[in-house]
């Protein structure tokens, strides 16, 4: 319950890049090499892999574990069910990204089994994917459905919804028991104790591919040098304000959505302490 | 047998942008990025799903399918035929982009029983591509193996091969009861009654790996909007005049392909009305 | 035992461009989309295809393979054997591009099998996996575990290091007769007879993901028009000029490791003859 302040998530920021941990990404095909390339930019170390073989040796060498549904196919189910497990137990952080949960009945049953056996430190999404998942645990009542793997038109958070997305949220993750990070116009963090709002981004990162999947592979690179609450903290600030100087430089030159992604890999490498302490718009609740 | 002008065509432009239909691709691995992110970038909405498990549901919730053979798989080919029988069941308009038809066995069997069970509202490829599709119904005696994925040289559409090829192609899509996109130096587009022609486009689209396949993925997320053969003009038009403003942005900045790649997105995402009525080389034959 | 100059290397450079050959790349699905458009730089056209019902067919009319096993799957891994026995028995040239040898059991596994079974005209790697894949044949006693798919610390090779990685090189080479390209600060290459040393590339190439993948599938094409040793050679300096290029382009821009990575592959597709001669720092041991 302690609260952290720019300082701190400063110097994980530091960290990551002094220890460059092995971040184990099971994710998608369609953005897995901007996955990789924002887990290099941060300062860690990525390897992907998804054949249910090697599942248990490649956990093995990781620091933190992180498992995208984007693209399910039968053989990556049962190779991210034996990383979850053997990540649990043997003590190695992970983060599930439920893409499109809601929309499909194995994007449903993944999370299911992976949250029930094997609890996540980060379980991360947009409010349409985190609803899906709450009502699948009978936490909420009702969910809009999403739009595909985007979030649905009224999910969207914004300064009239707030509050009350914030108590949703903490309650999600106290229920869960594990920290929710929900991305959005504005984010929402919370370890079912404390609640964290960031107001970093830009509109723009809805408008690539990536910018969701990227998020929580940069989240699994922190998850290897600090607590789940910091890591959520830290890998959300650090896309949001890459994000915003990115949309910036786009802007500014006149560019559109192909360069704003490269852009953004740009900024998530040259960031640092002290874009960190000068860019940051993080409130706790 | 209407025609169609460059003001129906900008305002197809705009209407997807407006709607953001959710496009739903099943693609190779090579390209599947772009894809994504040039559906993203004329206002449609990707989603890209895999498993033979969630066909049937990822389909439903999708206004347009998109069936790219770039990369099979077992597992994809069987996705594949259930979500085209599913998307012709639920009148689902859908695109069959039969990349290397011709090369192999599979990449024969595949659209073949795609197009004779569920048939495809725009089938498109390079000239080879569509003259191996051709030969296979008996409506081409021969046909020149294409050099991989790519075009066979005698099958680049020229000045002097632009009539024969136009009466070939009409006769195919006739045939075959559907319209046919054929993109090359000159594209060709006919719904078996109408013929046009665009000589929009730059050949350093051929230097880079998945202009075809955006090309179908973008017609693919036109065809949510607007009937066939105008959505394979649309498509064609916005890819086209794309490629010329960023190969124009590449070669006057002395880069390269790579650099190339990216612009075309760049020009996607900020083609408008304008940029259609004051750039289009269309031609009615 | 000739000796290569700059003059035959820049030769080299050219013809790939004139004959531009069918690579066929077995990839994994992190980098396949770079994978492919360095091969269109470089002057070749690529095709990717993983299944092993074609994969005799897309051999058959390729004119060089490239084995790259960093995301495998047992499709996969099967249509890799199927693909390397069918390329020797029908005088095709492979590299095999062993990524993250030792650090799983069919990592270790599928490259013994292609070595075994089906010599590859080229192996390709960080010193790390050469190491792994010596010890496997008895040609070393010990070797440091890899740090995921990168390479373990005490294996960069540097001037210190270096006469020693040679000699250890040209023993490797000698023994499984198979020209071996280590690339690192310093890369080394011998056919078993000759050791040559490239200290072109920069830094930052180790920053994004594919630059080892990349530089496999350029070896791969230089395969198709000329012998193992002159392609090794070829496709290292190449991808190491335009490394050491594309870094100066992105400092001298304040640009981060996306843009990096789109100006290496608009380096490639400028390279030319004259480059090769200007810039190589290319020594014979």
Do not use: W
């Amino acid at each position: 319950m302690s609260e952290y302040t720019l300082e701190n998530i400063a110097q994980v920021v530091e960290i990551l890049r002094e220890k460059s941990p092995l971040t184990h990404c099971i994710t998608n095909v369609v953005t897995v090499k901007d996955c990789a390339n924002a887990v290099l930019a941060v300062g860690a170390s990525p390897i992907m892999a998804n054949a249910p073989e090697e599942a248990e040796e490649i956990v093995g060498i990781s620091n933190s574990l992180v498992i995208n549904i984007g693209t399910l196919t039968k053989e990556q189910i049962e190779t991210m069910k034996k990383s979850a497990k053997f990540a649990i137990e043997n003590n190695k952080p992970f983060i599930l990204d439920p893409v499109g949960v809601g929309i499909s009945n194995i994007r449903n049953q993944t999370p299911i089994d992976i949250i029930t056996n094997s609890k996540p430190s980060i379980i991360r999404g947009n409010l349409s994917e985190i609803k899906a998942i709450a009502m699948m645990y009978d936490i909420l009542d009702e969910c809009t459905m999403a739009k595909g793997v985007d979030v649905a038109q009224c999910d969207i958070i914004n300064k009239d919804t707030l509050i009350s997305n914030c108590n949703l949220i903490k309650n999600i993750s106290e229920k869960l028991n594990t920290t929710i990070a929900v991305s959005g116009p504005i984010d929402i963090i919370s370890d079912g104790h404390d609640v964290y709002t960031i107001e970093n981004g830009d509109a723009m990162m809805s408008r690539i591919t990536g910018s969701g999947c990227m998020l929580g592979c940069v989240l699994g690179a922190y998850l290897a040098v600090t607590n789940p609450l910091e890591a959520a903290i830290t890998g959300t600030l650090v896309m949001g304000i890459a994000g915003e100087l990115a949309a910036k430089t786009a802007r500014d030159n006149n560019k559109g959505t192909g360069s704003f992604g490269i852009y953004l890999i740009d900024e998530l490498s040259k960031l640092n302490k002290s874009t960190i302490l000068s860019q940051s718009k993080l409130n706790k609740m």
